[in-house]
Every structure is written in structure tokens, then in C-alpha cells.
Nanobody
Framework: QVQLVESGGGLVQDGGSLRLSCEVPGILFSSDRMGWYRQAPGKARELVATITITQITNYADSVKGRFTISRDGANKKMYLQMDSVKPEDTDVYFC?????????WGQGTQVAVSS
């Protein structure tokens, strides 16, 4: 069982910035792919960004150029820097690890962008 702990959500104004953090206790494996997803009420969970242990990143088109995913292997943390946020970025954000085709999720952190 992999436990993930998110933090950093909150209320931010349109055009502002916010940084989400995800702590990953335990061992990380070279095949692990980590990422951030988001979900609005009544909608499917969608990819925001992913990052491999070798720092290869992938972003949803809707956040490219505005959000940056990064990971700090030494401290077993992953971050999502959210810049130039928009009201449509309002969602619950989830930290994810995909390990051996299994998905593990954090509890989610709410991000609300006011216009």
C-alpha cells in the first residue's frame, strides 16, 4: 500500500499562483510514474501532469505553459507549481503514483480560483 499526502490547496485569485505538494513516504522505484490529476464534481478525473523518476514530464494541453511539475527525490516530494491560474482550474487535485500498473491516490486538495 502506497500512501500519498497532499498539501497546498486553497483559494487564489484569477491570474495568481499556487504550489501543491505531495509527500511520498517509503521507497520510490525507478519505474514509478508520478503525477497530478484533478476532478470536478460529477466529472471524470483528468490528467494534469506526470513526471518520471528521470524527470520526463507530460502536461495536459489546458495547463501547458502555466503549470510545472517537479519532484525532489531526496525528500520524496512532488510539486505542482500553478501559475496564471484561471477559474476553470478550480477542482480537487489528486497526487498519483502508478506502480506496476496500479494507481495509488492521495486524499485530494481543493483549489478554488476566484474571478
Amino acid at each position: 500500500q502506497v500512501q500519498l499526502v497532499e498539501s497546498g490547496g486553497g483559494l487564489v485569485q484569477d491570474g495568481g499562483s499556487l504550489r501543491l505538494s505531495c509527500e511520498v513516504p517509503g521507497i520510490l522505484f525507478s519505474s514509478d510514474r508520478m503525477g497530478w490529476y484533478r476532478q470536478a464534481p460529477g466529472k471524470a478525473r483528468e490528467l494534469v501532469a506526470t513526471i518520471t523518476i528521470t524527470q520526463i514530464t507530460n502536461y495536459a494541453d489546458s495547463v501547458k505553459g502555466r503549470f510545472t511539475i517537479s519532484r525532489d527525490g531526496a525528500n520524496k516530494k512532488m510539486y505542482l507549481q500553478m501559475d496564471s491560474v484561471k477559474p476553470e482550474d478550480t477542482d480537487v487535485y489528486f497526487c498519483n503514483i502508478n506502480r506496476d500498473s496500479e494507481n495509488y491516490w492521495g486524499q485530494g486538495t481543493q483549489v478554488a480560483v476566484s474571478s
